[in-house]
C-alpha cells in the first residue's frame, strides 16, 4: 500500500503487509496536523515504523517546510496508532554520532521499542 507524504518535491510511504505483519517506510515526509489522521491509520498496527526524523523538536522550529519531522511526530505517531517499534532514519548530516546517541536516549526515554538506523541493520518482523 502507499500513501502520499509531504515534500516540497512529493514522496511516498510504503506498507508492506505481510504473515499478519506489517512494515511502514515514510521517508522524506513532514508530519503535521493536515495529515495526521491519514498518517496514523495508514501506520495503525504495524510492527514497525521507519519514519523520517531529519531533526530534533528545537531544530525542526527553523526548518519548517523543509519536508522532514523530527523524533517527537515520530513518538507520537506510534503512540497514537499502536505501532510496536520504531526506526529513526533520514538522520541530519550536521549531527555527529554522539547527537545522534543523544537523540536515540530521548526517544527511549518515551518510546522504548526505538532503535536508530545504521548500516547493517536487520529488523525481523
Known amino acids: ?3 502520499a507524504l509531504r515534500h516540497p518535491n512529493g514522496s511516498m510511504g510504503m506498507r508492506f503487509d505481510y504473515g ?3 512494515f511502514v517506510h515514510l521517508t522524506d515526509h513532514e508530519h503535521s496536523e493536515d495529515c495526521a489522521a491519514s498518517i496514523e491509520e495508514f ?3 504495524a510492527e514497525v515504523l521507519s519514519l523520517d526524523t531529519m531533526f530534533t523538536p528545537e531544530d525542526y522550529a527553523g526548518h519548517v517546510g523543509w519536508g522532514h519531522s523530527h523524533w517527537g511526530h515520530a513518538v507520537d505517531i506510534c503512540e497514537k496508532a499502536a505501532v510496536r517499534r520504531l526506526v529513526l532514519f533520514h538522520h541530519n548530516p550536521d ?4 547527537k ?3 537523540i536515540h536516549a530521548a526517544v527511549c526515554a518515551r518510546f522504548p ?3 536508530m538506523a545504521r548500516e547493517g541493520l536487520e ?3
Open 1 to 3: 500500500h502507499t500513501i
Open 20 to 22: 499478519g505483519r506489517s
Open 43 to 45: 501506520c495503525r498496527g
Open 95 to 98: 549531527y555527529n554520532d554522539e
Open 100 to 102: 545522534l546517541d543523544e
Open 113 to 115: 521499542e526505538a532503535v
Open 123 to 125: 529488523i525481523e518482523l
